[in-house]
């Protein structure tokens, strides 16, 4: 309930710069100043500061929580892991019952945000991904089933990415339901998503771990000392009751076909479901936008500079200005995302009872109807950035179909914005470029690019 209302009203327009925006908003948070010493006072004396990251950003709303209410938290010292092996957890740090950053006692803000920064230390994409079978770990698996996946639960995806859900959206006649989840960016930026194909992938093949829903592992304080509940403990349990493998080795298919009817669980209007879809993509270049702009003003303030780009799979998960300015993972799901947009009719015609189509027409002709949709709808979105000469560039989503085979290698800082953005050889958008990535790093992307265009990340 806590982080429901932490997020009530928030859509996929919503972001703020630090998580402690959110938690000194008094009209959200229910727990604002709770502990009575100014906490969460923007103006006071030693407000709160907390600045996740993707990874981290489950953990710090959970010690928030556990903070202010005197529950137990902790969290496991993990490895990577390997693609013959998950990530396994080793020891479990516990948050010091008589450290003033564990309880509710009234103490400095300091000492939680030492405890905040050894999370941040220690913390990173592998624990969301240990073995679903494996006991001593942060995180268990869940079903996929609306009653288990509440907000609080947390999504790690296949390639390091997380995220908390905070609200479902209720399916309407003339809407489709959306469940919306949050997550933090390497600036400490937090933001609310949708699920979809877009956002939330999902794969259980050539990755390293088990990606999926999960929840937080109970922690029971026994003696004075806390004990993590294990998987056994936590099925037959009555207030939890809700292990389940049934995510594990899950096609890709099943799991996205099961969340669909999670979210639509009655037929959708084919029509109202591709605009949906449209404005999950649109939303998804409005934030490129903003992305590849922050590149190019780095770049620009730092005239001559170039960015190390890293070698593999290090690309999409790596620290530094790289990770600051580089958008690998953004665009992949981006690519994702044009994918299932542009397979939709397909998808429609080929189960028209899913979408209220049963009766209208051949699968030829909803396949038809519904392409032609889409490609009026592509010619009326657009986006807008700014050329190297500062001057508007628009596109229609429509150009960006045409383009995508370009973002595959468009995510290099180095790289002017035009060429980051797909402008053709010998175009006038081109012509303003005026910073190519080293040959060096052309060759790094070109060898990259078979995985994007599988719409997959190395595994190694």
């Known amino acids: 309930a806590w982080i429901e209302a932490l997020f009530a009203g928030a859509d996929e327009r919503s972001s703020w710069k630090a998580l402690h925006e959110v938690t000194r908003d008094r009209g959200r948070n229910l727990l604002h100043d709770h502990l009575g010493f100014g906490e969460d006072d923007a103006d006071g004396a030693r407000p709160l500061a907390m600045t996740p990251d993707c990874a981290d950003n489950p953990y710090f709303l959970r010690a928030y929580f556990a903070w202010k ?11 990577w892991g390997t693609l013959e092996s998950p990530p396994r957890a080793g020891r479990f740090v516990a948050a010091d019952r008589s450290d003033p950053s564990a309880g509710a006692a009234a103490v400095p803000v300091a000492a939680m945000e030492r405890l905040l920064n050894r999370v941040k230390n220690s913390v990173h994409a592998g624990n969301g991904r240990t073995a679903l079978r494996a006991d001593g770990t942060d995180y268990y698996p869940l079903p996929l089933a609306r009653r288990a996946l509440r907000p609080g639960t947390v999504y790690a995806d296949p390639y390091g990415h997380t995220y908390t859900l905070v609200r479902w959206v209720p399916q309407t006649r003339k809407s489709p339901g959306l469940l919306l989840g949050v997550d933090a960016q390497p600036d400490g930026t937090i933001g609310v998503k949708r699920f979809w194909k877009g956002n939330f992938l999902f794969t259980t093949e050539d990755v390293i771990g088990e990606p999926g829903f999960k929840a937080f592992r109970p922690i029971a304080v026994e003696a004075g000392r806390p004990r993590l509940l294990t998987n056994a403990e936590i099925a037959r349990h009555p207030g939890y009751g809700d292990y389940s493998l049934a995510q594990e080795r899950l096609p890709m298919g099943d799991f996205y076909a099961a969340m669909d009817r999670l979210i639509n669980p009655e037929p959708l209007d084919a029509e109202a479901a591709l605009e949906d879809l449209f404005r999950a993509l649109h939303e998804q270049l409005l934030v490129r936008v903003d992305s590849v702009a922050n590149g190019e003003a780095y770049m620009k303030a730092h005239p001559g ?29 981006l690519l994702i995302a044009i994918d299932t947009v542009l397979e939709f009719p397909g998808k429609a015609a080929a189960n028209p009872a899913a979408f209220e189509m049963d009766g209208k027409g051949t699968a030829d002709e909803i396949r038809a109807r519904l392409e032609a949709r889409l490609r009026k709808r592509a010619g009326e979105l657009t986006i807008t950035y700014a050329g190297s000469d500062g001057s508007p560039r628009t596109l229609s989503v429509a150009e960006i179909f045409r383009r995508a085979e370009a973002f595959e290698t468009g995510y290099n800082p180095n790289d002017s914005v035009e060429i980051r953005w797909g402008a053709p050889a010998g175009s006038a958008e081109l012509a303003t470029a005026r910073r190519r990535a080293p040959a060096s790093q052309v060759a790094k992307m070109k060898a990259l690019q078979p995985w994007f265009r599988k719409r997959l990340r190395p595994a190694a």
């Open 69 to 79: 209410t005197g529950l137990p938290f902790g969290y496991h010292e993990t490895d």
């Open 305 to 333: 500079a170039v960015i190390p780009m890293p070698s593999g799979k290090a690309v999409f998960q790596t620290l530094g200005q790289w990770e600051d300015y580089s958008t690998p993972n953004r665009d992949l799901r």
